[in-house]
């Protein structure tokens, strides 16, 4: 199979007929069907890296290096691609099509940053998972997302971008905002920078919400209350930074599990609800945020025996 077609496929631009040429293509062999995960993964440690570009003008020397320092990033980076069943549920026109959908997991203590097929800009935070199709309809564009999202719409007037969250959805025209959507913290909130985005109810029309610059929406007991973003340092995950401002230790504390991939038991109830306000570099460890807290706050902490629980007294 020509390389030139499957990356053709994986980056949106495959036709209905070179789509079904690789369905015949991968269901003919087992070999075939790894070949095309394989080739996928590749793809995939490219975009992720953000130096696609950069890789074509380089020597084949070069590109031999690139090639084997995305294989690090990919390796690092869990992605799970669905190149399912259906990207090989075609039709005779376009619109009839249904479009393949990748899944891209971020792990604990990562962050990815990668252009969606429109053009859109879009950054993951750790525990993050997002659902988007390898080719956008012509009347609509959507993604589902389950964590924290920082979304730079590409501006298309006749195509609004929704993004579905088990709680929320967000629709815009063209746009930057934050959306905070994980479905095992129960939790949703959208910050807009620029532009306009409305939040509404997939359930209740009733219950949504149009939002301005500098203003965020949160859900709390089923209503969307609406306020002014007062602290702009809590977007900057994407930089590779943890912040907080007049953030309970509990709460704190669940957001380090999340980047590092471990359960914190506080057993010291008087710090629980402790409100504090910081801020470090996630890649400078666990250990160092602690030490930060304890600055602030009076308690031990202990890992057990195979150091995937922190118990703290």
């Known amino acids: ?19 079904k040429s690789i369905k015949e293509w991968a269901e003919t062999s087992e070999e075939n069907s790894k070949l095309l995960r394989r080739e996928r993964k590749l793809f995939n440690a490219i975009i992720l890296s953000g130096r696609l570009k950069r890789m074509e003008r380089q020597t084949t020397k070069k590109k031999n290096y690139f090639i084997r320092e ?7 980076i869990v992605i799970t691609v669905g190149v399912t069943a259906a990207l090989f549920s075609v ?31 879009v950054w993951l935070n750790a525990g993050t998972r997002m659902q988007y199709p390898v080719s956008f309809m012509k009347d609509k564009r959507e993604v589902i997302l389950d964590g924290e999202a920082y ?42 920078m ?3 985005i409305r939040v509404k109810s ?19 007991d089923g209503r969307l209350v609406v306020s002014k973003i007062d602290d702009y340092n809590v977007y900057r995950w994407k930089e590779g930074l943890y912040c907080f401002k007049s953030k309970p230790f509990t709460q704190i504390m669940e957001d380090l599990e999340r980047y590092y991939d471990l359960k914190i038991q506080v057993d010291k109830k008087s710090i629980e609800s402790v409100a504090l306000t910081g801020k470090f570099r996630i890649s400078d460890g666990l250990d ?14 202990r890992r057990d025996k195979d150091n995937d629980v922190i118990y703290i007294k």
Request: charged residues 25%.
């Open 151 to 192: 979304f730079e719409v590409a501006r298309n007037e006749r195509c609004p971008f929704v993004v579905r969250t088990h709680a929320m959805d967000v629709e815009v025209l063209g746009t930057k905002f934050n959306v905070e959507a994980y479905s095992k913290k129960a939790v949703f909130e959208a910050s807009l």
């Open 1 to 19: 199979m020509d390389k030139d077609l499957l990356y053709r496929l994986f980056e949106g631009h495959a036709s209905v007929e070179e789509m």
């Open 70 to 76: 995305f294989l690090k990033i990919a390796s690092v």
């Open 288 to 301: 160092y945020a602690l030490r930060v807290l304890q600055k602030d706050v009076s308690f031990t902490y």
């Open 202 to 220: 997939p359930l209740n029309e009733k219950t949504a919400v149009v939002l301005l610059p500098n203003y965020k929406t949160t859900l709390k």
């Open 194 to 196: 620029q532009g306009k």
């Open 91 to 121: 039709g005779k026109d376009r619109d009839d099509v249904n479009v393949a959908m990748q899944t891209i997991t971020v792990p604990a203590g990562q962050r990815v940053n990668l252009d969606l097929p429109d053009g859109s800009n």
